[in-house]
Every structure is written in C-alpha cells, then in structure tokens.
C-alpha cells in the first residue's frame, strides 16, 4: 500500500516513558518525510508544546503539519498558517466554571505561551506546564481573563467518579454543543463541538487532496480510537488499552520499544520501492536546504544509478566563470547520500565518512552539470560510491568516490 501522510500521536506513541524521542524514531520519521510522505504530529498539547517536537523531527523543512489541542486546530508546521480550527462555544464558558466551582474542580486552558488556571499550585496544572516548556497564570474567574475564545479547557481533578458522572452528564444536555474527552484519569478535556484528532485529520486529507486510504495513523489512547479506526491503516502501541489495541489493524511494540518508528519501518520503508520514490516531491522538499541553495535536482533514482543536475551559475561558479571544485564534491555527496539510503535496511542509518575526487576538466557558467552515481561496494558497515560529474555535452569533469558509514540505529 502507497501511503502519502502518517498521523502520528504524540505521547505515549512517539515519545517515550521519559517523554523523549529516540534516536531511531527521529531517524525514521526524517527518513519517511525524505521520501516524499508528510507526517502530522497529532496530540491533546497545545500548538506551543509540539513546536519543539516537530523541530526535533525536522516537521518544517518537510513541511508537516500540527494537529494541536485533541483536534481543535491544524497548522502547517514550516509557515503557521492555520488549515483548520474549531473553537469552543463562548456561551458556553460561564456554564462551565460554574460547573467546576460547584462541583469543586480546578479549571485551566492554554494560552499561547500560558497555561491559564484557577489554581495554579495543582500538581496536574504544574505537570502540565512544565511538559509543554510553558509558564503558570493564576485567575480566580477565566471567561474574564480570556482575550480569545479557547480551542479547549481543562476540568482537573483527583476524583475520577465525579469527572466521568460529569463528562455523563454533558454528553446528555450538551450533545451538539460540545465535546468531551477524558484522556487521564484526573483530565476531562471540553472542547468545541465535533472536535477530534479524526475530524482533524479528515480536514487534512481534503485539504491535501487525498484519499483516506492512503493514511497511517498510529496511537495509544482513547483519543485516538476514532483516527485509527478510519485512517486506510491504523496502528496500536503494545501500552495502550485493550480496547485501543481491538480498534486498530495491527499492533506495534511499546512506546519504549520504538513501536512508532518499528510500525512505519514495516508500513513503508521496507515496502518501498525505487519506482515509487516521488523525485519531484524530494526535489521540491529540499528547495531550502544546501541542494537547493546549489540549484541541484534529483533526475533518476534506481538501486544501481542516482542522476542528479546542477547548474554552473553564480551559485555555484568561481570568480572566473568555471565550476567550483567544493560545489562538485557537494553534487557528489548529494548522490551518493541518496544511493545509501535506498541500500541501506530499515534499521540502518548512513552518514558520510569520506569524498575525494579527480577534477579533469572545467565546466563553465551557462552549462549544466550532470551527476551519474553508481555503487562500487555496498557493504555491511561502509558504502562506496563512485560519482562521475558530465558538462552537457556529456565531457568529464570530475570522478569523485564517496565512502558513507553504515550503522544500526539506536533507541
């Protein structure tokens, strides 16, 4: 199956016990999106505490996306600009501090850098706060302190019973207003009416211009059940409930076992192949990194040859109008980077260790250069490559040889 977006959950899914993200799932999260395949980070947080998730990931440079408070809102991670959001009710603020001050529950919401609380010396509030790297503001009344409508609020409390017979009691009289989600035991989320990570993501597909089939959708919460549910592959973590795990098509390992990064590995880099690699999508996703700075495109990519072109221009030129030495060896490393990473195994990572190269003859400005790599060793621990570099007229310019380490990926 072709996949073209993975929904991916955040915690207890893509982070760790330790609220951390290792070193295999950042790697296969980069490699996917190098591929051409935008991922979406979608979690209860707010905007703010994914942002330096996503940047862990390189969500931007890829350009992904956030889906932020259970749903509520959608942004593209390289620009901001917001796809989708859904705001609570204001009529309906008043009605709940009411209810939180009766039934005597600590009220907090999220704003911008901020969490918002009646009672800022609750451990869950200050839990919460330093998880998403924000800071604390105390309000004995919140509807008068709020500048904007909240994308969601937080009823807490240590008293489960009484957030479920209040969440019960919502969902009886408030069905078609709001929306509620008990994530903890000691969290009830309200938020805006048909608020879901699955209302999200269905916005997304649209707006993307794909098919639900063509996502993979992995979580491990009760928040989740509906995203994995209709997403065309949904994914369980081994640490979710039994009931979770019963919604999805398949379960992973643990969230401390790499389950993430096992899933996609299985989904879709072990599944890929060289035809289906988007060239225009990789060219396009790499226009404001050192390739595109260059002027270097992706032109063929099979497991024996990676082509790629690089214009002779003031990028890169010498003063005097002829190709520059250090910009071959980047075309060269640009190749050979790629060629590894179709060889290499799932779980394997490749950086360089080594280029040299042989400069024949010169190509000058106005000319486009060609690269045409091709493997020499492909070993266990160490690829070999041997880049040769053609002016349009097809007359060598340079014979560089890239060696690239190939190693096991780390949790």
């Keep these: 199956m072709t996949y073209k977006l993975i929904v991916l959950d955040v915690d207890g899914t893509m982070l760790n016990s330790n609220r951390e993200i290792s070193k295999r799932t950042i790697q296969t999260l980069r490699k996917v999106q190098q591929m051409g395949i935008r991922v979406a980070l979608a979690s209860g947080r707010p905007t703010y505490g994914i942002l330096p998730l996503a940047r862990d990931i390189d969500l931007g440079v890829y350009e992904g996306y956030i889906i932020s408070y259970n749903g509520a809102q959608v942004m593209e991670a390289k620009t901001g600009q917001i796809l989708f959001e859904r705001r609570i009710d204001p009529q309906m603020v008043p009605y709940l501090e009411k209810k939180a001050l009766k039934m005597g529950f600590t009220m907090a ?16 509030v200050v839990d919460e706060a330093q998880m998403n790297g924000m800071t604390l503001r105390q309000e004995d009344h919140l509807s008068l302190s709020m500048d904007d ?6 009823l807490v409390s240590d008293d489960e019973n009484a957030l479920t017979s209040l969440e019960e009691h919502m969902q009886r009289h408030l069905n078609g207003v709001m929306d509620t989600i008990h994530s903890n035991p000691y969290y009830l989320e309200v938020v805006g009416y048909q608020v879901g990570k699955s209302y999200a993501m269905s916005a997304l597909v649209q707006k993307m211009g794909i098919h639900m089939s063509e996502v993979l959708a992995i979580g491990d919460g009760e928040a989740d059940i509906n995203m994995l549910q209709m997403a065309g592959t949904g994914v369980a973590m081994a640490n979710a409930t039994e009931g979770v795990r019963r919604c999805a098509d398949f379960t992973t390992l643990s969230n401390d076992e790499d389950g993430a990064a096992l899933a996609i590995e299985k989904a879709i880099v072990q599944e890929a192949r060289i035809a289906n690699i988007p060239i225009d999508a990789m060219n396009q996703q790499a226009a404001s990194t050192l390739m595109g700075n260059l002027g270097i495109q992706y032109t063929f990519a099979s497991a024996e040859r990676v082509e790629a072109t690089m214009p002779v221009d003031h990028r890169t030129r010498q003063p005097f109008g002829i190709l520059h030495g250090g910009a071959t060896l980047a075309l060269a490393e640009t190749v050979a980077g790629l060629g590894s990473m179709i060889a290499c195994q799932p779980d394997e990572a490749v950086v360089g260790m080594q280029v040299s190269g042989n400069h024949v003859s010169s190509a000058h400005e ?3 250069v060609r690269a045409v790599c091709t493997p020499v060793h492909l070993g266990r621990s160490s690829h070999v490559w041997n880049v ?13 040889r890239v060696v690239n380490s190939v190693m096991k990926k780390r949790g």
């Design 366 to 368: 106005g000319d486009t």
């Design 109 to 124: 919401y999220y704003d911008g850098n901020e969490v918002v609380s009646t009672d800022i010396q609750n451990p869950h």
């Design 149 to 154: 409508w909240p994308a969601e609020l937080m």
């Design 388 to 400: 040769d570099v053609f002016t349009s007229t097809d007359k060598l310019v340079s014979s560089i």
